[in-house]
């Protein structure tokens, strides 16, 4: 037996355990559930991005709009995979799944500081004022935080209904109603628990992310040699434990 066949013989176990560790499987069936929005989403960067300068000129008037399914596809991925995680993670605790989907996207959502804009001018020249939530923060440049928010906000929807703190409901309301007032408890805790760390403690997950990797970005995106082999050694580990590696280490 060789030593890549011992090695493989070791770890599959290990593999296999955590692959089919609850929270694994529910980034690596959320992430897969987004991949057809990131696939259409890539079509039209490779739409506006052919190098040929008579078509680069003929689509110069039409840029902005052509760029929109890829701004409401991969732009807002961290968006699409929180509700996805959730809803999988709060199916695996029999949770309702579409509520933990709804959670995870509101954690995720309370983790982005809005902007204030005085005056600022759209794609189309029009002037515009007011609170606008910056898109990059839902790309995959918030992707790892938005897997963290999910998992947290199903924590805690399955903290609070386990020990039934709940509003119930008499017996003749439809379920979809009862369901809504028996989130409302887990919905308070959620924003409670999001709100006050990101917006008066200014606690960033995000940051705090990119802070403990950042002495790792600049030489797994250079252009080493070792730096290239590191990161898609990482990128199959993911693949190995069923997570989309491309998605996670493509932020």
Known sequence: MSFFERLAEKMLPVAN??????????????????????????????????PIKGYMDFIAPWRDILDVPFRFTVGLMSLYAAFTIGSFLGKSYKLNDVTSGLLAMLATLLMIVPVNIKEGVTVAGDAISGRYI?????????????????????EIYRFIKVRNIEIKMPAGVPPVVASSFSALFPTLAVVLIFWV????????????????????????????????????????????FGIHGHAVMGR
């Open 17 to 50: 355990a955590i692959g089919n560790q609850r929270h694994m499987q529910a980034i690596r069936n959320g992430l897969i559930s987004i991949l057809p929005l990131t696939i259409v989403g890539s079509f039209f960067v490779i739409l506006l991005n052919i």
């Open 134 to 154: 910056p898109v990059a923060s839902l790309s995959s440049q918030g992707l790892f935080g938005a897997i963290i928010s999910s998992l947290i906000a199903i």
């Open 197 to 240: 760390p990101r917006h008066f403690l200014n606690i960033d997950i995000n940051a705090i992310i990119s802070y403990i990797i950042m002495p790792l970005k600049g030489f797994m995106t250079g252009t080493n040699l070792f730096g290239g082999i590191v990161t898609q050694f990482f990128i199959d580990l993911f693949w190995v």
